[in-house]
């Protein structure tokens, strides 16, 4: 799915855990570059605005505090939230890479305990073209 350009993919496991994966690049949708965003991708300040921009998206879900960390070189943001009526849990983790963003993200029901998040967010590879 394309949607104000952030596409977006989704699966269902047979465990009922829903996976998703999507793409914005950030000098196409936000006037963005590379080069700015090197001067803020490590700031909490930037991280907190990833947050609340996901947050406002996502209204029907109560997030906690989002963490600045290092996948290879490139910064990363993880998050998570509960769905507020459901309960389910949403596992976040965001990749910038130069301009483009990458957000993988695993929904698993309440009360459920799976390790297969951890699996999906280790999966990740970076395949130049």
């Known amino acids: 799915m394309t949607k104000n350009g952030i596409d977006s993919y989704l699966a269902k496991g047979k465990d009922s855990i829903k996976y998703s994966t999507s793409f914005v690049d950030y000098k196409l949708v936000a006037n963005l570059d590379s080069a700015t965003l090197a ?25 906690g505090p989002i963490t600045i960390g290092k996948w290879n070189t490139y910064t990363t943001y993880s998050l998570s939230a509960t ?7 949403l596992w976040m983790r ?19 305990i799976t390790q297969n998040n951890e699996v999906f967010f280790g999966s990740v590879e970076v395949a130049k073209r």
């Open 39 to 63: 001067a803020v991708k490590d700031s909490q300040a930037f991280a907190d605005q990833l947050r609340k921009g996901t947050a406002s998206a996502k209204t029907n879900y109560t997030f």
């Open 83 to 89: 769905e507020n009526t459901t309960k389910a849990t």
């Open 94 to 112: 965001l990749i910038l890479i130069g301009s483009k963003m990458y957000t993988l993200a695993c929904l698993v029901p309440a009360n459920f």
